[in-house]
């Protein structure tokens, strides 16, 4: 077989047969809230390798996106909630255009969980209260980096550790320019792979100002075609 200029070779042929589950109307919890946990909870227990990394996509006031992969650090009735550096790209973007989409990619399940709504800081309170629950190196690394910025070499993030490490010993003060964004949905939606590529995609939607990610009544649910 001779590849199209441009094609990388082989990939055409990179292919699997979705076939570990299906999603019906019947098989969904009430409430995205419910259904994310169950499908989280799921994950873990098959071994998924960090079970709460998700993709989180913005964008600039000039609509140009951006992506990277982040850990999900708490997911309540409000929303989902990860932790960053104020001065970075992502909070950035945030900052001029709070909007978000996150991207569960539980592969090995034939599964993905797609979030997209507003983005708002997260509360100083809970803030300092996620990052003294943090290992000290990790506390002492969000000093070190300016997240985003260009640097001459690694030697400069060793250097700076190691610096920080002996200025901050034992406790660790919370950074001014570090926090936590909340995504709160306006849609969620259940991915559910299928055979011959027809997959099962089922759809949470507000239907409130302010949804409470747990109230059933707040949300209607869609299928969506695959």
Known sequence: MTSSPGVWPGAPDLRISYSRGTLSEADLAPSPLAQFRTWFAEAVEAGVQEPNAMVVATADVDAMPSTRTLLLKDV????????????????????????????????????????????????????????????????????????????????????????????????VPVPDFWGGWLVRPETVEFWQGRTSRLHDRLRFRSQAAEPDLGRPADWIVERLSP
Do not use: M
């Open 76 to 171: 309540d009735e409000r929303g989902f909630v990860f932790y960053t550096n104020l001065t970075s790209r992502k909070s950035g973007e945030l900052a001029a255009n709070p909007r978000a989409s996150c991207l569960f990619p539980w592969l090995s399940l034939h599964r993905q969980v797609v979030v997209v709504g507003r983005a708002e800081l997260v509360d100083r309170d809970e803030v300092v209260e996620y990052f003294r629950s943090r290992p000290h190196d990790s506390q002492v690394g969000a000093w070190v980096s300016r997240q985003s910025t260009v640097i001459e070499s690694r030697d400069v993030i060793d250097q700076r550790f190691a610096e920080l490490q002996v200025t901050y010993p034992d406790e």
